[in-house]
């Protein structure tokens, strides 16, 4: 009788144990952001958590803020978060960062058809570039402009975009202008390299060009439409709500030229 009592206090002392370490660990995660959350649930690949107004209400900065330091703190690379209707789910992107991947509502009556449009959207995600160049001295002027809209291909890696470019050069002699149309293609290297997110990238693009060439002096102008291509590599530097890119180009019409621009990516939050 007395060794089964002292079994019971041992199984007791072992259960409130495990129970009080159970408790610990989840108010590890709750008790920063209690005002946010009620409870949560982890998983091997994910955390779940379902959340209070003061979530609800929270700015778009906010959530991701709090979302990043619970993946960091519970080392986990997805997040679940349920309240009412709604649904988010958070997750790494390509350099690492915290971002809202989808938000769907569950009592949405084209629910299937948002969820659907919405995976295509982080799988796919579209954005625009502008970028130029000026050179000028007293014998020479050029100067440069490129559009690039796009979508992904492989998300943050590899990209595909509809090209248009203007390029004019004046010199003593000859005025050219070239105005390219075509489609253009990035693969980018993404990295983190002393805190900044920064991606090499290689690429090319092949179109047609229209070159008007006039020649001071003569009342004759010479024009044509013939096949573009070009070769191009860089650096993209991941600011704000897009990335800064510099780089080189070589192209059959445009020869070297030194490129910089900016991309911006509407989905990005």
């Given amino acids: 009788m007395k060794m089964k009592k002292i079994y019971i206090i041992i199984f007791a002392l ?15 995660l709750i008790i920063p952001f209690n005002s946010y959350f009620e409870s949560d649930s982890v998983t091997e ?13 929270a700015s778009m900065q906010t959530k991701q803020f ?4 619970v993946l960091s703190s519970r080392n986990r690379k ?21 971002v809202l991947l989808d938000s769907i509502n569950m009592n949405g009556s084209d629910l299937g058809k948002v969820r659907e449009n919405s995976q295509k959207l982080i799988r796919h995600p579209w954005f625009f570039y502008f970028g130029g160049q000026g050179m000028y001295n007293s014998d020479y002027l050029s100067l440069s402009f490129n559009v690039r809209t796009g979508f992904f291909l492989l998300l943050n890696k590899w990209d595909l975009a509809l090209s248009q470019g203007l390029n004019i050069s004046d010199t003593e002699n000859n005025t050219t202008t070239n105005i390219s149309i075509g489609l253009s293609s990035k693969y980018y ?38 096949p573009d291509y070009s070769a191009m590599a860089g650096v993209s530097w991941a600011l704000g709500p897009g990335s800064l890119d510099v780089g080189v180009q070589y192209g059959k019409t445009s020869k070297l030229t030194i490129t910089a621009g900016y991309t911006f990516f509407p989905w990005r939050r």
């Fill in 78 to 98: 997805v997040a679940f978060i349920s309240y009412g209707d709604m649904r988010e789910i958070w997750g790494k992107d390509a350099y690492g960062s915290t």
């Fill in 14 to 28: 072992v259960a409130g144990h495990y129970c009080t370490a159970q408790q610990s660990g989840q108010n590890e």
């Fill in 189 to 226: 290297f993404p990295m983190t390299f002393k805190g900044q997110r920064i991606s090499p990238y290689f690429g090319g693009s092949i179109g047609y060009a229209y070159v008007n060439s006039s020649v001071s002096g003569s009342d004759t102008d010479t024009e044509e439409w013939q």
């Fill in 45 to 57: 690949t994910s955390v779940n958590l379902n959340a209070k107004q003061g979530y609800i209400d």
């Fill in 66 to 69: 709090i979302i990043d330091n």
